[in-house]
T-cell receptor, first 111, second 123 residues
Framework: GEDVEQSLFLSVREGDSSVINCTYTDSSSTYLYWYKQEPGAGLQLLTYIFSNMDMKQDQRLTVLLNKKDKHLSLRIADTQTGDSAIYFCAERTGGYNKLIFGAGTRLAVHP | GAVVSQHPSWVICKSGTSVKIECRSLDFQATTMFWYRQFPKQSLMLMATSNEGSKATYEQGVEKDKFLINHASLTLSTLTVTSAHPEDSSFYIC???????????????????FGPGTRLTVL
């Protein structure tokens, strides 16, 4: 079946890089997404990567995709306190615009 | 960018009453909207896919008679929780698929834009 897994918690110091990891099981996934959720709010799309790419960079964000291992990561450079939030990875299942979400990684940024 | 709103943002109701939640795409037309449910510190679980002008498609285990979905126009979908009970208390989030915008900006991303969520508490 379809399953997306993430580590639940990450703590980093302000200014350091954060790396959030995700694994998925559906090899037919076409797109993989990273969403950010702040307390009490909906989800904000941060970035996405197409399954035939292995890297995508967007300002402070770098997405790496290892399709063989079905592993996705999000690197946030120069992490700021405003980056504290829950980060969800999601895969778009093959053939449908249906998103399967991981449990979310809570990122805590401390001084 | 694409904006999705939800109303109300929070609601408290008595057990046995029905609650309607609205999801609107403000600056684009959405032929497809999605309804999710999120429990505290958990992920989003897709409840149903709402297609304009047709019946919603419910995920396995979601009671369609309890969670009524109506997608009457290209910018509005509603979720009605009927005869709500305390176990229905949750954070409900909708998303809308920007098909028209996708064709112009990113033809193949089929991005879903999420609303801010509605917190339902059933007493």
């Amino acid at each position: 079946g379809e399953d997306v897994e993430q580590s639940l918690f990450l703590s980093v110091r302000e200014g350091d890089s954060s790396v959030i990891n995700c694994t998925y099981t559906d090899s037919s996934s076409t797109y993989l997404y990273w969403y950010k959720q702040e307390p009490g709010a909906g989800l904000q799309l941060l970035t996405y990567i197409f399954s035939n790419m292995d890297m995508k960079q967007d300002q402070r964000l770098t997405v790496l995709l290892n399709k063989k291992d079905k592993h996705l990561s999000l690197r946030i450079a120069d992490t700021q306190t405003g980056d504290s939030a829950i980060y969800f990875c999601a895969e778009r299942t093959g053939g449908y615009n249906k998103l399967i979400f991981g449990a979310g990684t809570r990122l805590a940024v401390h001084p | 960018g694409a904006v999705v709103s939800q109303h109300p943002s929070w609601v408290i109701c008595k057990s046995g009453t029905s609650v309607k939640i609205e999801c609107r795409s403000l600056d684009f037309q959405a032929t497809t909207m999605f309804w999710y449910r999120q429990f505290p510190k958990q992920s989003l679980m897709l409840m149903a896919t709402s297609n304009e002008g047709s019946k919603a498609t419910y995920e396995q285990g979601v009671e369609k008679d309890k969670f009524l979905i109506n997608h009457a126009s290209l910018t509005l979908s509603t979720l009605t929780v009927t005869s709500a009970h305390p176990e229905d208390s949750s954070f409900y989030i909708c998303s809308a698929r920007d098909l028209g915008g996708d064709r112009l900006r990113s033809p193949s991303t089929d991005t879903q834009y999420f609303g801010p969520g509605t917190r339902l508490t059933v007493l």
